[in-house]
């Protein structure tokens, strides 16, 4: 399946596209958004993305039990109307973000959360759209980002293998040819051992698709596994500085952090490589030091090969050590010194060898 991103290709022989996700670490400061963009490019990544509500397209600002955060969240103690005010970018600095963006050469998309949304991020041109986690049940929704022909990647969060396969069904019925899907923990922070990032080879299998990572981890090695496991795609929120706060910044990477993500994912992809067998350019040099046939003693003309004159050892100068049991059955052509490679020519047998 061909994806890509602003004619960027995305999956199987590209490298990994890295989104740093800006999400609610913009703190209500446009100028820190602009530079948190600036460092997100010089990091490495391939993207930034937004996130474009309010809070009353997202919820009612309403203190019925319902509406109160008390999960276990980091975020226990608001009403999601309070969480959500707090959190959300303001729509009329997207466009100029956009506009910056592109200037340095870095691309910008969003995740949309309602048809207003939608339209609103199209009047942006905007590349691509993600699909957050909690919202992969919102058929409405999918429908809406379907039915723009844009790119989509969706975050599978809780999702149930039903629901993924509703997801990607909607998009496909409503026009959607180029979907992503990533694996993804919905807690905040996430813990190591709940990644459980065979789910991607799964995905995969599943619904033949590329596949990547939303990661909300504290450290980078889901990242890197995930780059071994297949994933083409790994997606990590950005901070300026997570002593600043803010809804969002305790389970965010600093610039400087980023960067080192992406240098570390980089190493991976160089390592996994592609399949090959035999030696490359950096060990060609070493199959002279793989073992071969010699002489390990005098050696007359006429005289029997037997296991005390000749020996597989190391270098790599003579016969492939597989044809002893044939030279033991012939005799010497010439004179042999100890410590000769043994040549085909250095061989007489009664029969072709």
Excluded at 7 to 13: A, L, S, V
């Amino acid at each position: 399946m061909i994806f890509q991103i602003n004619n960027r290709p995305i999956g199987d022989g590209h490298p990994v596209y890295l989104i740093a996700e800006i999400s609610a670490n913009h703190n209500h400061d446009f100028d820190r958004t602009r530079q948190l963009i600036d460092a997100a490019h010089a990091a490495g990544a391939d993207a930034v993305k937004l996130q474009t509500y309010t809070a009353d397209t997202l919820t009612l600002d309403c203190d019925q039990p319902h509406f109160k955060i008390q999960q276990g969240t980091i975020w226990d103690g608001q009403t999601l109307h309070q969480l959500y005010a707090g959190a959300a970018m303001p729509w009329d600095w997207q466009p100029k973000l956009k506009q910056h963006a592109d200037s340095i050469g870095i691309t910008l998309f969003s995740s949309p959360f309602d048809q207003t949304a939608v339209d609103f991020l199209q009047s942006m041109d905007v590349p691509a759209y993600k699909i957050a986690s909690f919202e992969i049940v919102d058929t409405g929704l999918l429908t809406a980002v379907a039915e723009t022909g844009k790119p989509v990647i969706v975050s599978t969060g809780m999702a149930t293998l039903d629901e993924i396969q509703l997801a990607v069904q909607t998009l496909n019925q409503h026009g959607c040819t180029q979907i992503c899907l990533l694996k993804c923990t919905s807690a905040y922070p996430a813990a190591v051992e709940s990644m459980n990032l065979a789910t991607i080879a799964a995905l995969q299998h599943q619904f033949n698709v590329p596949v990547g990572l939303s990661d909300h981890t504290l450290c980078h090695t889901a990242a890197v596994a995930s780059v071994a496991l297949g994933a083409c795609v790994i997606e990590k929120h950005i901070t300026n500085c997570r002593s600043d706060g803010g809804p969002d910044s305790s389970f965010s990477l600093e610039p400087e952090e980023f960067a080192e993500m992406v240098r570390q994912v980089r190493v991976a992809e160089a390592a996994i490589g592609q399949v090959r067998f035999g030696p490359n350019e950096n060990d060609a040099n070493n199959v002279a030091f793989r073992r071969s046939l010699f002489a390990v003693a005098d050696i007359e003309a006429g005289e029997s090969f037997t296991i005390q004159n000749v020996r597989s050892i190391r270098p790599g100068n003579g016969l492939a050590p597989k044809h002893l049991p044939k030279v033991l059955t012939a005799t010497a052509t010439r004179a042999i010194p100890r410590g000769t490679p043994l040549k085909w020519e250095d061989i007489e047998a009664p029969d072709s060898l």
